[in-house]
Each structure stands twice: as C-alpha cells, then as structure tokens.
C-alpha cells in the first residue's frame, strides 16, 4: 500500500518560516490536501489540490508538490499555528484504491 | 453554514457493534459524499470509507472490509457508520467529513467527532 512520510516533529519561531514535508513514490503525480489539527479539535483542510487555499485559510499557507515530496509552508509563523499537519493523497495505483494520510508532524512554535 | 453534527459518546464491550450518525446541513446533500476517518488516542489519522449520498456507492478501507457499513438517510441528511465486531483497539474518535461526489479530493468540512471507546 502507498506509504506517506512526514517529519514527526518540528519547531519554528514567531515571525520566522515552518516547511512541513511529505514524502510518497511519486507523489508528484497525485493531488496532495493538507489539514491542520489543533488539541482537542477536528482537522480542518489548509491547502487543497497541492496549492489550493479554501476559502479563510490565510495567505502564510501555502504547498507545492513535484517529485516524491509535497510541501506545506507557513510563512510568518504564529502562536495560533501550532498543531499537528497531516498530508493526504488518493491513492488509485493499488488494487484497492483509497485515502492515505501522512504520519502527521507536530509543529511547535518556541 | 456547512456543517457535519456527529452523535454522542459511546462506550460497547467487546465483541459489540456501534452505529455514529453525522448530521449534515447548509448544502445539498446528495451532491456529495461521506468520509469516515478514525484517530486513536494520541495516533494518527486512518480512513476507513466513503459512501456517496447520491447513489450510496461505498469504498471501504480494505483493512475493515467485512466489519463496516456505510449508510445514508437522504430523507434526513444523515450519514450512518456501523463497526462490529469491535474490539480493544478500535477505540478512537470517529469522524465524518464531507468529500467530493467522486470519491476522490479533499475533505470539508469535518464533524466534531464522536469518541468509541471498547472496554470490557
């Protein structure tokens, strides 16, 4: 089955720049969506279709996808950021198509 | 508003079944599906299916195949998730999401979950 990996951990200051990355065989190839998990609350979608923002989402979130990584970027870091991202992909090359989601990554901001 | 209102917690022993309903409002129900996602304490994120609210196609996750189902109630706007069998390890907080007609994209809005818990 298609395997998503993403970094368990990463600590990013005020202001600065957060790169959460997503590796997958050919990732490039497939539509990646990102969701942002705060404690205690549902995971909410930030980027979808590799680079999309829905609608509320700010402008500091953005993705790309080439390759076999995706990355999700949080420009201007703030205290409100911090939760754990997960990276999603369908996955139709298996004989049972379906989601996979990333491992997740836990941001903290010092 | 789009909006996903799951049903409450619920604590089966093993070997019991369990059905959570999602409540969905604020757009047109058979123009969409239904995602199941569950996340056990402090783990990750797993999918479990899609059922589509038009023609209440289902794709199951291949890990639970036999032990779930999936269901709508256009006439209510409701999705159904049925686990059996249940286990210690299927405690988790269960979530519905609206996705994509096609069974495919992005999940938007996500319900608030609702918390199984399987304990003898």
Request: cysteine-free; aromatic content about 12%; charged content about 30%.
């Given at each position: 089955s298609y395997v998503l990996t993403q970094p368990p951990s990463l600590s990013v200051a005020p202001g600065k720049t957060a790169t959460i990355t997503c590796g997958g065989?050919?990732?490039?190839g497939k539509s990646v969506h990102w969701y942002q998990q705060k404690p205690g609350q549902a995971p909410v979608l930030?980027?979808?279709?590799?680079s999309d923002r829905p609608s509320?989402?700010?402008?500091?979130f953005s993705g790309s996808n080439s390759g076999n990584t995706a990355t999700l970027t949080i420009s201007r870091?703030?205290?409100?950021?911090?939760a754990d991202y997960f990276c999603q992909v369908w996955d139709s090359s298996s004989d049972h198509p379906g989601y996979v989601f990333g491992t997740g990554t836990k941001v903290t901001v010092l | 508003q789009v909006q996903l209102v799951q049903s409450g917690a619920e604590v089966k022993k093993p070997g019991a079944s369990v059905k959570v309903s999602c409540k969905a409002s604020g757009?047109?129900?058979?123009?969409y599906g239904i995602s199941w996602v569950r996340q056990a304490p402090g783990q990750g994120l797993e999918w479990m299916g899609w059922i589509s609210a038009y023609n209440g196609y289902t794709n199951y996750a291949q890990k639970l195949q036999g032990r779930v189902t999936m269901t709508t109630d256009t006439s209510t706007s409701t999705a159904y998730m049925e686990l059996r069998s249940?286990?210690?390890?299927?405690?988790a907080l269960y979530y519905c999401a609206r996705a994509p007609g096609d069974g495919s994209g992005a999940f938007d809005?996500?319900?608030q979950g609702a918390l199984v818990t399987v304990s003898s």
């Open positions: 065989n050919k990732i490039g930030v980027i979808s279709y590799d509320g989402i700010p402008e500091r870091v703030e205290a409100g950021d911090e | 757009y047109t129900f058979t123009n249940l286990r210690s390890d299927d405690t809005p996500w319900g």
